[in-house]
């Protein structure tokens, strides 16, 4: 079992839609969640972290947390075809600084 | 403000050359980490620094590959006798040393081993 592990996708929604990715980690003692994207030939750039239960909302973005489930979700309001990248989950398990990272979901918005 | 520098862009050698790759991190972070994506492949971490501690260097995938980090700054990424296997992105990524330690990713050096 990975120990972050993302639907590689691509995730295909039409522009304005609601794009929902989600990813589950192995080691219940992590402790901070952190989503980025990345577009082709660049280095990831942060959209936000998580680390309590529930919601954070930035803007047209919400991190949803589940610990219980080990689940994390990203949902992304009124997508945009900019929005088309690939988004990484990071997990920082418990007694760590450095982020493990899953492989990744390609996101496809349609114009 | 300035983000995450890396130099070179991009690197290409000859299997069995040294290679060093360089990293500056955002002013006044005292985390620096290094990581390595190879094609369709996710991020893997190599080693980690933080201000004067040892570094964690759980990551490294050979003994070919060791880092150092002078004045709390500027790390340097050294691969001895490069093989085809270590071409990838190398990314460098540094944070502040408190929760929740939200990693600044710099460009990234392509390294390519021909």
């Known amino acids: 079992q990975k120990e972050v592990e993302q639907n590689s996708g691509p995730l295909s929604v039409p522009e304005g839609a609601i794009a929902s990715l989600n990813c589950t980690y192995s080691d219940r003692g992590s402790q901070s969640f952190f989503w980025y994207r990345q577009y082709s030939g660049k280095s990831p750039e942060l959209i936000m972290f998580i680390y309590s239960n529930g919601d954070k909302e930035d803007g047209r973005f919400t991190a949803q947390l589940n610990k219980a489930s080990q689940y994390v979700s990203l949902l992304i309001r009124d997508s945009q075809p900019s929005d088309s990248a690939t988004y990484l989950c990071a997990v920082r398990p418990m007694g760590r600084r450095a982020l493990t990272f899953g492989s990744g979901t390609r996101l496809q918005v349609q114009p | 403000g300035a983000g995450v520098s890396q130099s070179p862009s991009n690197k290409v050698t000859e299997k069995g050359k040294d290679v060093e790759l360089r990293c500056d991190p955002i002013?006044?972070?005292?985390?620096l980490y290094w990581y390595r994506q190879s094609l369709g492949q996710g991020l893997e971490f190599l080693i980690y620094?933080?201000?004067?501690?040892?570094?964690?260097k759980s990551g490294l995938p050979s003994d070919r590959f060791s880092a150092e980090r002078t004045g709390g700054s500027v790390s340097t990424l050294t691969i001895q006798r490069t093989q085809q296997e270590d071409s990838a992105v190398y990314l460098c990524a540094s944070s502040f040393g408190t929760e929740p330690y939200e990693q600044y990713f710099g460009p990234g050096t392509r390294l390519t081993v021909t």
């Open positions: 002013s006044g972070h005292t985390a």
């Open positions: 620094f933080q201000g004067n501690s040892a570094p964690d």
